[in-house]
C-alpha cells in the first residue's frame, strides 16, 4: 500500500462528503492507494481549522494556492463555489496534479472548455463529480442496456426534482443568483450525465427554461432572482432514440426525484433515486400471465454493493456513492488511466445545458457540438 496526500478546498455539504470517503475508502475497497487528509481549505482560517479538526486533516489554510502548490499535497478535490472552480484546476494541472471537481466544473461553458483543454495538456489525471449515476441499481441498468437486455432503446425519459424553492416565501439567497447556481446549472447536470451514461450522446434538443418565482424575500424587501426555477427538453439521441428531460427546485413533494424510464423494443427499466437501493424492469419474454415491472432490490450480485454490505435489500446510500466515486479516482491515479466522467464527458453536460439555454432563448431547435 502507499500513501497519497490529498488536498480538499472547500470544507461544507460536499467538503465533507469527500473527506469522510477518503477516510473510508481504504477500508470499504481495500484500495492499494490509501489516502492521507493532508490539507483542507476554507474562506476563513477559523472555518479551516474548524474543518481541519473535524474532518481529521493534518493541515489547513485559507488559500487555495498553499494547498496546491505544497508538495505533500499530491491529489487535489475541489468542492468550493463554481466561480472558483477554474482557477483552482488550471493551477493544479499546471504542477501535474490529479484533479476531482465537483459539477459544474466552471461557472460557464467557457471556463469549463479552458479547464478541459487544460487537463488534457497536462495528462493529469481528473474527474467530475456525478455521483448519482454510480448508486448499484444505476450501474446494473447501464449493463442492461449495454448488453442488449431491453432491446433498442427508443426512448427515454429522465427528471431531476426537488422541492426546496417551491415555497415563493423561501427567501433569496446565493442559489437565487447567477446562472451556474439555478436549476440547469445545479440539478440539471447530473440527469443530463445519465441520460449520456444510459443512452449515449445527443445530437438535438429544443427546451424551455423558466423562473417561476420572479422575487424571493430580501433583508431589505423583494429581491429579483437572477436564474431559473424548472425547465425542460425534448432531445434526439445519436442513436435514434427520443427523449424527454424535465429538471426542477420547485417541484412540491420532490425530495430526491433523480428519476429515469428507459424504454426498449424487448423490455424496459424505471428508476426513482429516493428508493434508490431498486430497479425496476419489465422484460417481454416473460410469459404473458407474468408480464409486469418487477422490482429487483440491489444486493451483493449488483455493482459495488458487496464492498458495503453483505445482505441484499439492505441498502447503500449517498455517502456510499461518494466513496465510490472516491475508489474511481484513486484507481485512476494509481492505474494512469482515465476513468469515466473526465472532465471532456463534463465539458459535454455543460454543451447540453448552454444549448439548452439557447434554444430557450431563441424557441427553436439546436444542434449539440461533438467534441
Known sequence: MTEIGIGIVGGGYMGKAHAVAMAAVGAVFDTDLRPRLEMVCAASPASAERYRRAYGFSRATADWRVLVDDPQVEAIIIASPQETHAAIAEAAFARGKPVFCEKPMGANLAQSAAMT???????????????????????????????????????????????????????????????????????????????????????????????????????AGPVAVGNDDQAQMMCRFANGAMGHLFFSRVATGRKMGYAYEVVGTTGAIRFDQEDQNALWLYDSADPQTERGFRKILTGPEHPDYLAFCQGPGHGTGYQDQIIIEARDFLRAIETGKPVWPTFADGLEVNQIVAAAHASSAAKNWVSIPTN
Open 117 to 219: 483543454a487544460a487537463a488534457q495538456a497536462s495528462g493529469a489525471i481528473n474527474m467530475v463529480g456525478f455521483n448519482y449515476i454510480r448508486t448499484p441499481a444505476s450501474q446494473f441498468a447501464r449493463r442492461l442496456i449495454a448488453d442488449g437486455r431491453i432491446g433498442e432503446i427508443t426512448w427515454f425519459r429522465g427528471e431531476h426534482t426537488e422541492d426546496f424553492y417551491a415555497d415563493p416565501q423561501a427567501p433569496a439567497s446565493w442559489r437565487t443568483d447567477g446562472q451556474a447556481n439555478g436549476t440547469m446549472g445545479d440539478l440539471a447536470p447530473h440527469m443530463i450525465n445519465a441520460a449520456l451514461a444510459l443512452i449515449g450522446p445527443m445530437t438535438g434538443l429544443i427546451a424551455e427554461v423558466e423562473t417561476v418565482h420572479q422575487t424571493r424575500p430580501g433583508p
